[in-house]
Every structure is written in structure tokens, then in C-alpha cells.
């Protein structure tokens, strides 16, 4: 093993060179020069493989995914290996927020059902975790509603907010990947569920909202909406059993909780009436400033009668800094830290580095 990592690591610029330039050809050539370095036994290894999706190389992916070119010698990717950190070539598509790539993985036979698994990483994750995670970790979504506790008192504000920022340009990315692996996902409806009942909110916001056509499909909407009513009534049943003056601070946890499912009701009925509305702006407007998206999703809202009543949102209150501003060099993800911690990088070459 220690042999292989090694190997590899002397091709490592070579690599990179070639997956920065996505040429399946450019993959041929070194393939058959150093061969030894990027197959074991008859497949490419897990971390040849994962550093190709990492850098989003399409072409080279279909081509190892593939194994059909002649000189590969039958040779081809596993796309449902276990890499030695415990995930799965699914779970870096998810990290590395491409959809198109997490299209090619299903399309040759990955799973999305598949847990990540092991010491040095979270355990039990699914990609479309890693996918949700991570698009809850976007600065405008941490700068915005992380400090924002007002859900928690009752202010439906912070739905409309949260509604907003989803439909920013930048966001679109982690949209699409999440709805992708959604549609592949088994149980995605206890998923959201999982995510209500918990209190979290943004998690279920990036899920509905990104999956709501395939949560109609489902029958869903009306799934969720049953089961936060069997919630309420059964937080309320429980509230009149007990004795007043009593139990103050479960009291006080059973206002906090319905509180949260009547804002979560509301966010629903949203996306139930307006999702589509709001899905076709974001697929044809990508590159509109943020004022043109804070006045068309009003309109949405107000045209489906989902809108705010009183003060509408205020672009000053709202700290997004726009798309076509450039990134400081020590920036390496605008979305912030990334679940993995960039797992595929940092720990491999730090075990190249430690070789004996």
C-alpha cells in the first residue's frame, strides 16, 4: 500500500496537469506510461479515481467509468469503492458540488444509498448529507441565519430570508447536486422528516426546496404536513396532562417545538405553491444581481399569496457578497468549510509525506 501511494505521488503533477485539462487522451498517454502507478490489479485505484473526480475532469471520469478503450486493456474505475477515509466516490461528487458529475457516477452503476463508514470521518453520512451539510456551511447562508434565532420566537421573517438566499445565483450549484442525489436517494421523505423533527431548519429548507418536484411524486407534501400535525396535537395533548405551575422548562421546550413546526408549515406551503415558480427563475437567471432576485422572489410569493405580510426583507440587512467578486488566494470553497475537510488532498498527501 505504502508502495502504491508512493508511485503515485511521483505522477502527482503530471496528473493534475492532465485533469485540469479534462483530456481523456491526455489520460491515455500517461495511463501508458505509468500504468503501474494508477491501476491495481484490473482497476484504477481508489485515490487515481477520487482525485479525477475532485477535479471535476467529466471527460477522463466517462472514460475510466467506461473501460472500454482498447489500450486500458479492460481495465476501468469501481464506482462504488470505499476509499481508506470511508467514503465513497458519491460522497466526494457530493463535496465537490458537481452535478454533472454525480450524474456520470449514477449512470455507471454508483449508489446513493451507500454510508460512509470509519474512524476518520463522520459516520452513517449519505451523500446527499454531504451535499446538504456542506450547502449549510455557504458563507451567505452562515452569515445570514447562524446567529438568527428569531424561528425560534415565533418570526416568520426568517423563512422569508432563508427563501431568499436560496434563490441567490450562487446557490444554484449546491441546489442542483442536492436534487440530483435526492431523486436517487431511498426514504428521502423520512430524510426531511429527520431534519424537521430535529429542529433543523435549514437542512430541510435545502432539501424541499431543491427536491420539491420529486417530493410531489411522492405524495410528500402531504406526508410531512400529516406528520407535523400528529406533532403539534400530540405536544398539546401532552401539555394539558400535566399540572400548571409545573414542568416549566418542558413547557417552555414544547412552545419552542411547536413554534418551530408552525414555521416549518409555513416554509412547506411555500414551496408547495411557489416552488415551481421559484425553480424556473433560478434555472434561467443565472447571473442576476442580488436586487433582481430579492424583487422576483417578492413577486413570486406575493403572486401566490405566500408572501410576507408587513415589512418586506431589506437587501441592507442581508450579507451577501456578489458573485462576480473575486476570492481572496488563501480562499479555497466561498461555501465555507467543507464537510471532509478536503480529505481527498490534505490526508493523502500527508501520508505521502510520512512515508518511510
Known amino acids: 500500500m505504502g508502495e502504491r501511494r508512493t508511485k503515485f505521488y511521483k505522477i502527482f503533477d503530471r496528473f493534475m496537469t492532465t485533469?485540469?485539462?479534462?483530456?481523456?487522451?491526455?489520460?491515455?498517454?500517461?495511463?501508458?506510461?505509468?500504468?503501474?502507478?494508477?491501476?491495481?490489479g484490473y482497476v484504477i485505484t481508489p485515490q487515481s479515481f477520487n482525485l479525477i473526480i475532485a477535479m471535476n475532469a467529466l471527460c477522463c471520469a466517462k472514460f475510466v467509468l467506461k473501460g472500454k478503450a482498447p489500450r486500458l486493456c479492460g481495465m476501468r474505475a469501481n464506482p462504488n469503492y470505499i476509499t481508506n477515509f470511508g467514503f465513497f466516490p458519491l460522497h466526494q461528487a457530493a463535496e465537490s458540488f458537481s452535478a454533472d458529475m454525480v450524474e456520470v457516477l449514477l449512470q455507471h452503476g454508483a449508489l446513493a444509498n451507500l454510508r460512509t463508514s470509519g474512524n476518520i470521518i463522520i459516520e452513517g453520512l449519505l451523500p446527499l448529507h454531504v451535499a446538504?451539510?456542506?450547502?449549510?456551511?455557504?458563507?451567505?447562508?452562515?452569515?445570514?441565519?447562524?446567529?438568527?434565532?428569531?424561528?425560534?420566537?415565533?418570526?416568520v421573517e426568517y423563512i422569508y430570508k432563508l427563501i431568499y438566499l436560496l434563490c441567490l445565483p450562487e446557490m444554484k450549484i449546491f441546489l442542483d447536486t442536492t436534487r440530483v442525489l435526492a431523486s436517487h436517494?431511498?426514504?428521502?421523505?423520512?430524510?426531511?422528516?429527520?431534519?424537521?423533527?430535529?429542529?433543523?431548519?435549514?437542512?430541510?429548507?435545502?432539501?424541499?426546496?431543491?427536491?420539491?418536484r420529486h417530493f410531489r411524486k411522492l405524495n410528500g407534501f402531504d406526508t410531512i404536513k400529516t406528520l407535523i400535525e400528529d406533532s403539534v396535537f400530540d405536544l398539546e395533548r401532552e401539555g394539558c396532562g400535566l399540572k400548571s405551575g409545573k414542568n416549566t422548562k418542558a413547557a417552555k421546550q414544547r412552545k419552542e417545538k411547536k413554534v418551530q413546526f408552525s414555521n416549518t408549515l409555513v416554509l412547506v406551503r411555500i414551496i408547495l405553491k411557489a416552488g415551481d415558480a421559484l425553480d424556473e427563475y433560478i434555472q434561467t437567471h443565472s447571473k442576476a444581481s442580488h436586487e433582481e432576485v430579492l424583487a422576483k422572489v417578492s413577486e413570486v410569493l406575493q403572486n401566490y399569496d405566500v408572501g410576507p405580510s408587513g415589512k418586506v426583507i431589506c437587501i441592507?440587512?442581508?450579507?451577501?457578497?456578489?458573485?462576480?467578486?473575486?476570492?481572496?488566494?488563501?480562499?479555497?470553497?466561498?461555501?465555507?468549510a467543507c464537510l471532509f475537510q478536503n480529505l481527498v488532498f490534505l490526508c493523502f498527501c500527508n501520508n505521502l509525506q510520512n512515508e518511510p
Open 19 to 40: 485533469l485540469e485539462k479534462d483530456s481523456a487522451l491526455g489520460f491515455l498517454r500517461l495511463f501508458d506510461k505509468y500504468r503501474q502507478h494508477l491501476v491495481y
Open 316 to 336: 441592507e440587512d442581508l450579507v451577501c457578497r456578489p458573485y462576480a467578486c473575486p476570492l481572496p488566494d488563501n480562499v479555497l470553497h466561498e461555501h465555507g
Open 185 to 212: 436517494t431511498d426514504n428521502v421523505v423520512d430524510e426531511l422528516w429527520d431534519c424537521i423533527k430535529h429542529g433543523k431548519l435549514v437542512p430541510a429548507a435545502i432539501l424541499l426546496f431543491a427536491a420539491h
Open 132 to 155: 446538504i451539510e456542506n450547502t449549510c456551511q455557504h458563507k451567505y447562508l452562515e452569515d445570514n441565519l447562524l446567529a438568527d434565532q428569531n424561528y425560534m420566537k415565533g418570526n
